[in-house]
Nanobody, 117 residues
């Protein structure tokens, strides 16, 4: 297993959750890392990403509410989610991607986030 995600759960609207994803050391240090989500009946979409250099990108729907970070001491990428809304409900997947040789595109197993109204 290259990526192991955790931290999902059930929370009321307005609440917070923190997702974490542990990657093997080499994968972590040489990858751009991201969180995607997939709601029922919808396609998987990018939520937030962070480059090896620490540059971040966010979906418009989560800007100002979610924060992605990477911790090289723990080989972990985290997603701090605040002010959660019912539309944030879905299965969240971590991703590690490298587009130059050696290339890879790894996915975690997914963790369920449910936000009740």
């Amino acid at each position: 297993v290259q990526l192991q995600a955790s931290g999902g759960g059930l929370v009321q609207a307005g609440g917070s959750l923190r997702l974490s994803c542990v990657a093997s050391g080499t994968i972590f240090s040489l990858s751009a890392l991201a969180w995607f989500r997939q709601a029922p009946g919808k396609e998987r979409e990018l939520v937030a990403g962070i480059s090896q250099a620490g540059t971040t990108v966010y979906a418009e729907a989560v800007k100002g509410r979610f924060t992605i970070s990477r911790d090289g001491t723990k080989d972990t990428v985290s997603l701090q989610m605040s002010s959660l809304k019912p539309e944030d409900t879905g299965v969240y997947y971590c991703n590690a991607k490298r587009v130059v040789t050696p290339r890879w595109d790894y996915w975690g197993q997914g963790t369920q986030v449910t936000v009740s109204s």
